[in-house]
Every structure is written in C-alpha cells, then in structure tokens.
C-alpha cells in the first residue's frame, strides 16, 4: 500500500473513530451522567492506565521498526506481551481496593475491576495491530478501530441510559478492547503464541525496558493531571478537567494519529536507506502546524458556545480550561513525532532523560495548580508545554539536522494560518454576539469564514499543504469526472 493511500485510510479511520467517540461522548454527559460522575470514572481510568502503561512493553514500536523481523522473533515478542501484560492486568485488579481506600470513595473499586478486566484482552490485540501497520495495511486497522468505537459506543449509551452511571463507562472500555481483540486477531489470521517461546528474549526486553520507562514518563505526564486535580479538588473539577482534556487532545489525534501511524514506519524505511530526515521533517511540522494550529486556535476561541452547544449548561465551566489545554496542545504539535525520530536514530537515552526531566516538572506544577481549581491546573499544563518545547527543539535539530531558518519560515506561516482562522470568529465577538450568549448555529457562519481565510492564507503564505491540496483537487475532479482531459496531440 503506498503512504498516500495508506494516510487515506488511517486519516478515515481516525475520522470515523472520533466521530463515534465524540458523538456517544455528547450523549452521556448531556442526558445521563453529571461532571461528578464522570470525574469518577476519570480517575479510576487514569489509575488502571497509569499501571496498564507497562503492558504494551514498545511492542509495536519494536515489531514496526525492527529491520529483521523473523517467524522465531516475532513468536519470542508475542510471547514477552502476553506474559507482561497479563502480569501487569493482575495488578491492576489487586490495585482496585487500595485506590478506593486512598480516594475514599468504594465506588471506585468496582470501576476499576471492571477497567483492569478490559486490560486482560489488550495483549491479544497489540502484535496483529503491529503486524498490520508493519506492512502498511491500514485498511485492517480501519476495520479494527471503527469496531472497537462502535463496540464501545454502544454498550456504553445502552448502560447509561438503563441507569448504570459511571459503571457504563467502565463496561464500556471493557467492550471496546474484547472487540479489538477479536478483529485484530481475524484481520491477521488468529495468531497465538503457543508454546510460549523465550529464547532470545533479551534484545525484546532491552527494548522494551527501555521504551516502557518512555511510556511512564508519558503515561504519568498525560494521566496525573486527573488524578492530581481529582484527589486536590474532587470529583465536579477532575469531571470538568477531563472533558476539557478529551476534547483537545481527541482533537489532535484525530488530525495527527493518522500521519503518525503512517510516517513511522515510512520514516523508518528512509533510515534504513540512509537518507537525511531534515527536509522530510520540517515537511512534517509544516504539515502538522499548518492544519492543527487552526484548529486547535478555533478550539480555544470557540470554547463557550461550542461546550454550551454540546453538554448543556451544566458543562459551561470547561470552557476556559478547554481554552488554556488547547494552547498546550498547540506547543506540542509545534515538534511532531518527538518520541518516534530519536527512537529510530538510536537516541532512546536522549528521550528518557528529558522525558523524565519533563514529566517531574509537570508534576510538581500540577500539583501547585490543582489547589486553585481546574482552571489553574489547566494553565499549569501551558507553562509544562513551553519548558517541554525548550527541552526538545534542541535535540531534535541535532538528530534530523533540520534549519532553524525553515522551522521558523514553518511556523510562522502556520501562525498567519491560525490567526486568518479564528479572525472572523473574534470580530463576531467584538462586534454582533459575545461568546456566552452566541449559539451553535450562529457559531457555523464566522467559523465557515475562517476556512475560508485559512486557505487563502495556506496559498498567500506558499506553505507545504498547497501541494497536497491541489493534488487531491484534481484527483477528487477525475474521480468524479469534471475535470477536463488534457488535449490529445496529433501523432508523428
């Protein structure tokens, strides 16, 4: 499959994925669930996936990137994630009692019984998911997601409309990773590792020590914020938080998650032909600030009538803490796929030290935010983007070789993107309708205009997406038969 066609069908998946997610979302917490509620589950999910961070152990990334992968490798590697992550699930099950003791809520015991059940089916989908990105078969990995989201949707709405609360969402998440399982299992023909096999055990396992440690830090940096502001300002301000955070965040992997997926293993094939990765590279962050940037500014603009919209008046305080993470969120998409392009370079040391370096500091602003409220923590999280960004440009211009000059040129024309975006919307609060008192549908006609001038602005400012979207005019024109065939010329 090649890397356009291969983007086309993760670039749906995530679509389609998110699209599930965000509308059961809605759903739930606009006629079933309150902020409370919600921040129950947030922190009994943000517990279990604390713990469950141990079980993918880098196995995809180790099964995706590894040059030579053989039949006896592969078996060693599904063997290593099925006694890891089955021994990791079982912590997470003897860990349900002590969190409810420490929060002092026994709801949250059953709740994490539930959640830590769904991690014992994770490692039977992990080595067929990577299987079938390793050889660029994102069309299995289409039907994989969209199931587990539809699976998850489902059960979740159903729960919650008979009155189950929380536990919905529990039973839920324990549904989607069965489905996941099961489809990741059919799309690469029902693989089991038996008789479980260890020999040579140790090259997945230096591996794997090393990336699971990454995946702490990232787990701990990501995760704390809900368990942090849950345990300081309770149950109302982590429901608060945590849709505030889904949100952004759901944004950004929705528009990222596809070109990740793909770019990873195609990056790892120019590696391995010893090509630079410094133009390809600030094509990457051309393309990622290009399109997230306004987005993500839309986002913090829009924040009001868009939650008000939504989830309901009950819902209005995520407003401004949406606004404050999506300014974060823009931070971190300013350097893509920060993690991946040292680990392909062998520079997994240089990622650890400043993961770690990152995570601590995260930890400790949070905690001094989370004691003024949701709000704090949120921008609390802005200033652990920036001290992030500072840590990492430095590194990453030093492996891929990139200039200064066209990352700058990258992000400033991103920025022009960004502010044509959200312009109209701003002018139609300064001038018609202030943001608390503006409606959805009033909303569409400014962030329409935006579109507009984003694009408009893509072409002022030559950036790198002009390429791809006359590309995908014509070829759109073709498909459909507007486009007027090119002349014959009369033959010799």
């Not at 962050?285 to 009950?314: K, M, Q």
């Not at 040292?342 to 930890?363: E, M, S, Y």
Request: contains cysteine; glycine residues 8%.
């Amino acid at each position: 499959m090649s890397v356009r066609k291969a983007i086309a069908w993760a670039s749906a998946s995530k679509l389609l994925s998110f699209s599930i997610a965000f509308a059961g979302s809605i759903i739930v917490a606009r006629y079933f669930l309150t902020p409370a509620e919600v921040g129950l589950f947030s922190i009994a999910f943000a517990a279990t996936a604390l713990i469950a961070v141990l079980q993918e152990f880098g196995l995809n990334r180790y099964i995706v990137g590894e040059a030579e992968l053989g039949k006896e490798k592969l078996h060693t590697a599904f063997s290593v994630s099925l006694a890891v992550a089955w021994g990791v699930a079982l912590v997470i099950l003897a860990a349900a009692k002590p969190l409810s003791w420490l929060y002092g809520d026994p709801k949250l015991f059953p709740l994490m019984l539930v959640i830590g059940s769904s991690y014992l089916f994770v490692p039977l989908a992990i080595v067929p998911t990577a299987l079938r990105q390793r050889a660029m078969d994102f069309r299995s990995d289409f039907m994989i997601e969209v199931a587990a989201s539809v699976t998850n949707a489902v059960v979740t709405i159903s729960l919650a409309a008979a009155g189950q609360g929380p536990m919905a969402l529990a039973w839920g998440a324990l549904a989607q990773q069965i489905a996941r399982a099961l489809v990741s299992q059919w799309r690469n023909g029902w693989i089991f590792p038996w008789p479980l096999r260890f020999t040579g055990a140790s090259h997945v396992l230096r591996f794997g020590g090393g990336s699971t440690l990454l995946q702490i830090f990232d787990s701990v940096g990501t995760r704390s914020p809900d368990l942090i502001v849950g345990g300081i300002a309770g149950n109302t301000a982590v429901g608060l938080y945590s849709r505030a955070s889904g949100l952004a965040v759901q944004l950004v992997n929705l528009m990222t998650g596809a070109v990740n997926s793909v770019f990873y293993p195609a990056l790892a094939q120019m590696r391995n032909e010893g090509k630079s990765l410094g133009e390809p590279y600030l094509r990457l962050v051309g393309g990622y600030t290009g399109i997230v940037w306004p987005a993500l500014a839309g986002l913090a603009a829009a924040s009001y009538p868009l939650v008000h919209a939504l989830y309901g008046p009950r819902w209005t305080d995520v407003a401004p803490i949406l606004s404050l993470l999506a300014i974060a969120e823009m931070i971190f998409v300013a350097l893509p796929m920060s993690v991946q392009v040292p680990i392909l370079l062998g520079r997994l040391d240089g990622v650890l030290k400043r993961t770690g370096t990152a995570t601590a500091v995260a930890v400790v602003l949070l905690l001094v935010g989370a004691r003024h409220g949701g709000q704090a923590a949120a921008a609390a999280y802005v200033v652990y983007a920036a001290f992030w960004f500072c840590l990492y440009a430095v590194f990453l211009r030093s492996l891929t070789g990139f200039a200064w000059r066209g990352l700058l040129a990258d992000y400033g024309r991103s920025l022009i993107g960004a502010a044509a975006a959200v312009a109209p919307l701003l002018a139609w609060y300064r001038w018609i309708t202030p943001p608390t008192a503006m409606g959805f549908a009033e909303l569409l006609v400014p962030v329409s205009a935006g579109v507009l001038l984003w694009l408009a602005a893509l072409f002022a400012t030559s950036n790198h997406l002009t390429d791809d979207i006359r590309r995908l005019v014509v070829t759109t024109l073709d498909r459909i038969g507007l486009r007027r065939p090119a002349s014959k010329q009369p033959l010799p």
